[in-house]
């Protein structure tokens, strides 16, 4: 079992129900949850949700983040936009796997419009479960956090 974390979750309209089953689903398996919304149908605009779940983690009140809309793009290029977020896109386990390992991923965006429920759950189990693989990967997180550090200059 994965050791007990602070999950924060954020969708826009798209993504709620998913969203919604996801913290569930966290609540059930022992994870503490920090639920930014939405929590309704009413149209809503995604970088607000991924703003409030990215500033969570990066003030280290999360541990990861876990960001819901249609289809995860949006989501996912809002979240990379700021200081220390790694969001990977993931639709299928190998894709939540992968981002962890060789990423280091520290919020995981999904579309509910893409992925069903029982995968969407398959990857959060992935996501959560999954360690950074440090080594070779190490120089490219690197790499990334210089590219960072040059746009802020």
Known sequence: MTRSLIVAVGADHGGVTLKNRLAASLLEG?????DFGTDGPASVDYPDFAQAVCRAVEANEAELGILVCGTGIGMSIAANRYSGI???LAH???TAR????????NVL???ARVVG???ALDILGAFLSTPYDGGRHDRRIEKLNLLL???ST
């Open 30 to 34: 022992g994870h503490q949850v920090l």
């Open 86 to 88: 790694r969001c990977g």
């Open 92 to 94: 299928d386990v190998t």
């Open 98 to 105: 992968l981002t962890r390992a060789h990423n280091d991923a």
């Open 109 to 111: 965006a999904l579309g």
């Open 117 to 119: 429920e029982e995968v």
């Open 149 to 151: 550090n040059a746009e």
